[in-house]
C-alpha cells in the first residue's frame, strides 16, 4: 500500500483490524526485515510496517532529512490511518526514530519495543565512520555497504551457517537507494543524544537485544532498560543485531509475552 505523508510517497502494510503494533526498521533496510513478526502476529493485533523515506517502496528525498522527519513520517502514516494511539517497535535506527516519536509524540504511545538499539548520541569518531560510510556509498553503491554492514547486523554464527539468511538480508541492502543510505547516515550522526528522555518514559517498555549484537551490544540495551523505570529486559540467545530476523520465535514469544504482561 502506498499514502502520501508529508509530501512523499510512502510504502506500508496494514492488516487492519486490533490494536496497532507499528514497525520501524533499521538501517539500511526496510519494512520487509519484520515479515517474521507480521506472519506471526497478523491475525491478533493490526500489524503496521512502515518504509522509511528512501527505503523499499517509500520515495527517496534529496534533502537533508532527520531523524525527526522519519518520525514524522511513521505519526503521519498514523494520522492518515485514523490511529490516535500505537504500540511502536522500532530496532536499531527504528529504535532511534521511536526515540524521536516519544519525545515529541508521547501521548501517541501505548507501549514501546527498543530492540538491539542505543540511548547515546555518536561520538566524534562515531560520526566521522557516517561520514566515511556514506562516502563509500556514493562511491561504490549498496553493494560495498551490505559488505559492510552484513557482519555487523548478523551474528558470526548466522554468517557462517545460514547462507540463505545472508543472502536476504543482502538483498535488502541492495533495494535501498545510495541516497536512502547516505541520507540515513547523515541523519543517524545528526541524531540527539536520547539519555535524557529515559527516565521520563512512562509506558510499557521492553527492551530486547540479541546476545551477539556487534552493532549495539548487550551493555547498551541494559543501560537502556536500567533507565526505563519498571522496563522489562530481554535478552535473544543465538541472535546478532537483526534479533527479529535471526531467532523470530525468541522474539516474537518476548513480544508476546509482554504484550499480554500489561493486557495490550
Ligand atoms: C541499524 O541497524 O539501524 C544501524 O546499525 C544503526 C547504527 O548504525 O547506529
Avoid at 552493532?215 to 534479533?243: C, N, W
Wanted: charged share 20%; aromatic share 8%.
Amino acid at each position: 500500500m502506498k499514502a502520501v505523508i508529508n509530501g512523499v510517497t510512502v510504502g506500508y502494510t496494514d492488516q487492519e483490524n486490533g490494536t496497532p503494533l507499528v514497525f520501524v526498521h533499521a538501517f539500511p533496510l526496510s519494512k520487509a526485515m519484520w515479515q517474521p513478526q507480521v506472519d506471526a502476529l497478523e491475525d491478533t493485533y493490526r500489524v503496521i510496517t512502515i518504509d522509511l523515506r528512501g527505503h523499499g517502496e517509500s520515495d527517496t528525498v534529496l534533502w537533508n532529512d532527520t531523524l525527526d522527519d522519519y518520525a514524522e513520517d511513521v505519526i503521519g502514516l498514523l494520522d492518515y490511518l485514523g490511529i490516535s494511539q500505537a504500540i511502536f517497535i522500532g530496532l536499531s535506527m527504528g529504535g532511534y526514530t521511536l526515540f524521536s516519536i516519544y519525545r515529541n509524540y508521547t501521548d501517541r504511545v501505548q507501549a514501546m519495543i527498543l530492540a538491539d538499539t542505543r540511548a547515546q548520541a555518536d561520538s566524534e569518531e562515531g560520526k566521522a565512520g557516517r561520514r566515511a560510510m556514506a562516502q563509500v556509498a556514493f562511491n561504490d553503491g549498496a553493494s560495498a555497504i551490505a559488505d559492510m554492514m552484513l557482519p555487523k547486523l548478523l551474528a558470526p554464527s548466522t554468517m557462517e551457517h545460514r547462507p540463505e539468511m545472508v543472502e536476504q538480508v543482502r538483498q535488502m541492502i541492495l533495494q535501498t537507494p545510495t541516497t536512502g543510505i547516505i541520507v540515513d547516515l547523515m541523519a543517524m550522526a545528526a541524531r540527539p543524544d536520547s539519555t535524557d528522555l529515559l527516565p521520563n518514559i512512562t509506558c510499557p517498555t521492553l527492551v530486547i537485544v540479541g546476545e551477539d549484537d556487534q552493532a549495539t551490544p548487550v551493555a547498551e540495551s541494559q543501560y537502556i532498560a536500567q533507565g526505563i523505570h519498571g522496563s522489562t529486559f530481554v535478552t535473544i540467545p543465538q541472535a546478532g543485531h537483526l534479533s527479529n530476523f535471526e531467532q523470530p520465535a525468541t522474539f516474537n514469544q518476548a513480544l508476546i509475552s509482554f504484550l499480554e504482561k500489561f493486557r495490550l
